[in-house]
């Protein structure tokens, strides 16, 4: 029985209307002040009318801000992320459920802790690890006298200095991000769902634990990893303070950090309209990854189907 409310539809649908024109509102206010001149934009209050600037506004923040490179370089540091958070999580959580070994619930506790520890928090020791990774191991080597070694074999006075630098490359904006409590426990518990006798039966099948994994589990789990690569895809896109302290060369800087360089400083023209075209064009491909996998998105999170 369909019960008819409609004073209770109709609060719905304006409560509903309502949420989305709040949160909707900016993004129709950067691209109503991308299509104005500059006159317009430095109007109080701005006009709400579009304008004919749009191309005009969009080229001059491309060439201004060098989206093309950093945008390419948002992309390999997101998609990397992405892969990697996903890739580790799977192989960790598979660990966790289908190995027996010791202490693997702490180990399991001791990943799930660290979302406790934000990269805001640990941002210290993450960057003396990227500035240098074989620091740790330098006192080791020190202690052990090694370079007596090595000067001994090769016959001349060498010192060896362990240093291996990931500023300022891909490999230092996505290593450090890699590492996920959040994924690990949402394979963990998909996991736990899968029915034990599919293990079973691919142990009678004479399958090793990779093929069980490969065949058996990748499979079950892709509107899983559909819905996470929305997530983690978007949460690499919109990293700023990481990107803005490990990279120093222009040519390395990601899209979010550069879009600073549109934003008017006080002596400079107010020119809103270049910044916001500019934040427009930053915004678009993560955009187009939700409206691409929204469906995935969705039957990812709600779907009980396994």
Known sequence: MVEKTPILDFLTY?????GIVIVGFPIIYAGIASTLP????SMVPMPLVPGDQFFV???AAWTRGD??????NSLIMASGITLGKI???MLGAFSIVYFDYRMRTVAFVTVFCTLMLPVEVRILPTYEMAANVFGPLQPLWDMLHLNSVVSW???NDIEVSLNWSLLDSHTGLILPLVASATCTFLFRQFF???PEELCEAAKMDGASPMTFFRKVLFPLSKTNIAALVVIEFVYGWNQYL???LITTNPKMQTAVIGLQNLIPLADDLPEWNIALAGALIVMLPPIVVVLAMQKWFVKGLVDSEK
Do not use: H, R, Y
Not at 38 to 41: G, M, T
Not at 67 to 72: A, C, D, E, K, S
């Open 242 to 244: 990481w990107p803005l």
């Open 57 to 59: 506004n969009m080229k």
């Open 87 to 89: 890739s580790v999580s």
């Open 153 to 155: 074999f090769a016959g």
């Open 14 to 18: 304006f409560f509903l209307i309502m």
């Open 192 to 194: 736990l769902t899968v």
């Open 67 to 72: 989206l093309g490179t950093q945008l390419i």
């Open 38 to 41: 500059l006159e317009k934009v």
